[in-house]
Each structure stands twice: as structure tokens, then as C-alpha cells.
């Protein structure tokens, strides 16, 4: 289980993200949603370690990092380094003895190919992939679906289906709600960089019509399109 309390962060005298509470459980998916600039990476980068925030984020079998896969929503790669070599790089980080790379490529990446060079929904798919690899408890996930072609959203709709059926917590954002509404079990509304509705699936759609009031229609009339 991952416990997180009262967690906030500020950008010097801008808060951006405000008294967030939420737990996530073993065999869970679960969706965090809200506009761009909501605060949605900014919270995954702080239950991942990689920013300094207020609060807690508690993880019941220890330290969360030795237990997380984190997918970005644009993953960085080392100049001159191979699909390939990239795999070999993040099993190493768990000491996981991984040689056959090729049988374990699901998304059927030019392995052999500068990872700098992939497109962007490659790119994606391959820092997916090795994340997978890592037998991680943990998957947080920002954007997974984003720049990524129906049959790979079909593969890994499947895997997020694997992974909960292995009792992984998995946490993830997309703005894309049919994928929301075939994977995820509960959703989180984050809007200003608050938590200001969490339901299960039953009331996924109540979220989505939220999001699209809030304003949408306003907006589009400002075009004044004729």
C-alpha cells in the first residue's frame, strides 16, 4: 500500500500542488486526471523521489524507490546508446540478469538503433518495456498511452490488465477516458493542484462531464466560428 498525506509543493511562492491525500492498494489501478498544468507530473515526480515536497508518501514494504517503476511522460536516453543497451541499463539498476531482449520485445523496437533516434510513441514504448522488465511492485506511469499507435494501446491495456493480476499498484494519467474507463478501477480529479473528486468505476463518467463543463464551452465560443 502506498500512503500519501498532506503532501504539497511550492515552486518558490507558487503552490502547486495542495494538501494531497490518497492511497493506493496492491491489485489497484488507479487514474489521475485534470488539465494540462494541473499538477499531475509534478505529484508523480515527487512520489517518485524526484522532487522535495511537504507531507508523506509512505510505501508499506519499504522504501518506495527500490520498488518503483517510473515511466515519464518524455523519456530522457543517453546520446549514443542502443535500445538494447538501454534495457541491459535498467535491468542492471534492479541486478536482473536479462539476455534475451529480443524474445522480451513486445512492441518490436529496432533494439540494434540509436534510442535518440525512435520517434516519440517509440521512445515511449521502449521505456515501457523497461520498466516491465524491472519486476517492479509499482508502476507509475505519466502519459503511457500519449503518442502511442492503437495496436501498442491495445498491448498494453493487456499488460496493465497483467499487472494487476500480479497485484501491482499501478498509478497512472492519460487524457484519453476510454482508455481510462477499460483499465483503471478509481480516478482522481486534480484541478489546481488539488484532489477535488476520487471515485470508483461506477462514477467514472461523472468525471468526465466535470472536466468538460468546466469552461470548454466558453472557450469555444470566445473562437467566434462561423
Do not use: W
Not at 536479462?98 to 513486445?106: L, M, P, S, Y
Not at 473528486?197 to 467566434?224: H, P, R, W, Y
Amino acid at each position: 500500500m502506498i500512503d500519501i498525506k498532506s503532501l504539497h509543493k511550492y515552486y518558490g511562492n507558487k503552490q502547486v500542488l495542495q494538501d494531497i491525500n490518497l492511497t493506493f492498494n496492491s491489485g489497484e489501478i488507479h487514474g489521475i486526471v485534470g488539465e494540462n498544468g494541473a499538477g499531475k507530473t509534478t505529484l508523480f515526480n515527487s512520489m517518485s523521489g524526484m522532487e522535495s515536497f511537504d507531507g508523506t508518501v509512505e510505501y508499506s514494504k519499504g522504501e518506495i524507490k527500490n520498488s518503483m517503476g517510473f515511466l515519464p511522460t518524455n523519456p530522457y536516453f543517453l546520446s549514443k546508446i542502443t535500445g538494447k543497451e538501454y534495457l541491459q541499463l535498467l535491468c542492471n539498476a534492479r541486478n536482473i540478469k536479462e539476455a534475451n531482449f529480443k524474445e522480451k520485445n513486445i512492441f518490436d523496437l529496432p533494439l540494434d538503433q540509436y534510442a535518440e533516434t525512435y520517434s516519440t510513441g517509440m521512445k515511449k514504448k521502449l521505456a515501457l518495456t523497461g520498466v516491465l522488465l524491472q519486476n517492479n511492485d509499482i508502476f507509475i506511469l505519466d502519459e503511457p498511452f500519449n503518442g502511442v499507435d492503437i495496436y501498442s494501446n491495445t498491448i498494453i491495456n493487456r499488460v496493465l490488465t497483467k499487472l494487476k493480476e500480479l497485484n501491482k499498484i499501478v498509478v497512472l494519467s492519460s487524457h484519453i477516458f476510454s482508455t481510462l474507463y477499460e483499465t483503471c478501477d478509481y480516478l482522481h480529479y486534480l484541478k489546481n493542484g488539488k484532489i477535488i473528486k476520487s471515485v470508483d468505476k461506477t462514477q467514472f463518467e461523472s468525471i468526465e462531464k466535470e472536466m468538460q463543463a468546466s469552461g470548454i464551452g466558453v472557450k469555444i465560443d470566445k473562437l467566434n466560428l462561423k
